[in-house]
């Protein structure tokens, strides 16, 4: 069973930084992209950012130049660090993996809330 933890996230004034972490545990395909996606109220779950197990990084529009996604393979985590947040950056977020595998299983976490004040 492959689960996700989540971490961070929290309050912050407009122009703040905040940083999220997701370990992911059991039985995962080598091959996968994790990724962080969001969702506010009453709107749908957006594309934060994705990378994949090769490195290869995708970013949604509204974040490209302030947010940055890593991983750390060996842990199996990946992180996002967010700069220079807008109240339009408010939503929980959830971290998401893909297998490229042939089951191509899709794993979602928690969801941890981000607020920016203005």
């Known amino acids: 069973q492959v689960q996700l933890v989540e971490s961070g996230g929290g309050l912050v004034q407009a122009g703040g930084s905040l940083g999220l972490s997701c370990a992911s545990s059991?039985?995962?395909?080598?091959?996968?992209?994790m990724g962080w996606y969001r969702q506010a109220p009453g709107k749908q779950r957006d594309l934060v950012a994705t990378?994949?197990?090769?490195?290869?990084?995708n970013y949604a529009d509204s974040t490209k130049g302030r947010f940055t996604i890593s991983r750390d393979n060996a842990k199996n985590t990946v992180y996002l660090q967010m700069n220079n947040l807008e109240p339009e950056d408010t939503a929980v977020y959830y971290c998401?993996?893909?297998?490229?595998?042939?089951?191509?299983?899709?794993?979602w976490g928690q969801g941890t809330q981000v607020t920016v004040s203005s």
């Open positions: 998401n993996l893909r297998s490229f595998g042939l089951d191509g299983a899709n794993y």
């Open positions: 059991g039985s995962i395909f080598s091959s996968n992209a």
């Open positions: 990378i994949t197990s090769g490195g290869t990084r």
